[in-house]
C-alpha cells in the first residue's frame, strides 16, 4: 500500500488558510470542531452537497458533551445521514435533533451499512463527503477497520471526500502539554479503560503513522494527519477540558477529483469484487440497498 502524498502545494495551501465563517457551540470538542469545519470546507472547496456522517457518541462518560452542534448545521441545504455506529446497548445515543435521517449501524459491519435503507436518498453518480468522527478506537482490529475502509473507498464515486478524527495517546498535540506527558498518557489509558467498561467494547488509540496507513492509498489534503484542533487555522473554538489536543485528524481525497460533477463523463472503473461500486456520471443510478 502506498503513502499517501498531498495534492500539491497550492491545494495544501487553500486547504491550511481556509477558514469556514461558522459559529461554534462553546463547548465544542477539537473532533467535533473539525467534523463541523470539515463540512463546510468540503461543501465550498469541493462542490460536495451530500454527506454521510458517522459517529461514536458515548454519552454516559465524563467529557463526553452533549448539546454540541452537529456537521450538518455548517452546510444546512446538505442531504445529510446521520450513522450512530455505538448500538444502543453500549450507550450509543443518536442525536434526533435535526430533520436528517438517523440510524444505529455498525462500521464493522460496512456491507450492510452500505446497502442500508437510509443511503438510500444518496446519488452516487455526485461526490459523496464521509465524515468519520472518533468511530476507529472502537474498532480494535486494524484488519477489519482496513477493511471497512477500503470498502468505502470502493464505494465512494469520484470527486468524494473521506474527513477522518481518530484519539490517540500521542502526547505534545496542544500547546504547552509536552512536559505533562506522564499524566496525559496515564489519564487517556484510564479513560481507554472507562470506556471499555462502560460499553464492553475494546477502546484502543492509535498514533500518526497507524492513521495514515489506514487512509492510504487516497492522496491527504492540508496538513495531512494533525492535531484536529490546529487543522483549520484562525477557526475559533473552545477544547474541552479533558482533550488536550488528543485527537488526530485528515482529510482523504478520492485520486479522481475530475470533472465528477458533469453528467456524461465515462470513466473505465477496475473490477469491483463488492457490487458496490457506484455507477459512472450520466448512467442508470444504483442506490445503496
Not at 60 to 76: I, N, Q
Request: glycine letters at 8%; aromatic letters at 6%; charged letters at 15%.
Amino acid at each position: 500500500m502506498t503513502s499517501p502524498t498531498a495534492p500539491g502545494p497550492a491545494a495544501t495551501a487553500e486547504a491550511a488558510a481556509h477558514t469556514p465563517g461558522h459559529q461554534h457551540h462553546p463547548r465544542q470538542g477539537d473532533s467535533g470542531a473539525f467534523t463541523y469545519d470539515c463540512a463546510a470546507y468540503l461543501a465550498q472547496e469541493h462542490s460536495i452537497a451530500q454527506f454521510v456522517s458517522l459517529h461514536a457518541t458515548h454519552r454516559t462518560g465524563r467529557g463526553h458533551e452533549t448539546g454540541l452542534t452537529p456537521p450538518c448545521g455548517a452546510v444546512p441545504d446538505a442531504l445529510f445521514v446521520h450513522i450512530e455506529t455505538l448500538p444502543a446497548a453500549a450507550g450509543g445515543t443518536p442525536d434526533a435533533a435535526c430533520g436528517h435521517r438517523h440510524k444505529h449501524a455498525a462500521f464493522g459491519d460496512v456491507l450492510s451499512l452500505l446497502r442500508a435503507p437510509a443511503l438510500e436518498a444518496l446519488d452516487r453518480r455526485f461526490p459523496v463527503g464521509v465524515l468519520i468522527d472518533n468511530v476507529g478506537p472502537w474498532m480494535a482490529s486494524d484488519a477489519d477497520l482496513l477493511f471497512a475502509l477500503n470498502t468505502l473507498r470502493t464505494w465512494l464515486p469520484p470527486g468524494s471526500a473521506i474527513a477522518f478524527t481518530h484519539a490517540t495517546a500521542d502526547t505534545g498535540l496542544a500547546p504547552n502539554t509536552r512536559w505533562r506527558a506522564p499524566a496525559i498518557r496515564a489519564r487517556r489509558n484510564r479513560t481507554a479503560a472507562r470506556l471499555t467498561r462502560a460499553t464492553g467494547l475494546a477502546y484502543r488509540y492509535r498514533n500518526r503513522a497507524q492513521i495514515e496507513h489506514l487512509l492510504a492509498p487516497w492522496p491527504l489534503t492540508g496538513p495531512g494527519v494533525a492535531p484536529a484542533h490546529t487543522f483549520f487555522a484562525g477557526t475559533p473554538r473552545t477544547i474541552t477540558a479533558d482533550q488536550h489536543g488528543s485527537t488526530y485528524a485528515a482529510v482523504a481525497l478520492h485520486p479522481d477529483q475530475g470533472p465528477h460533477h458533469h453528467v456524461g463523463t465515462s470513466r473505465t472503473r477496475p473490477p469491483d469484487p463488492t457490487g458496490l461500486a457506484p455507477p459512472p456520471a450520466g448512467g442508470a443510478r444504483e442506490d445503496a440497498r
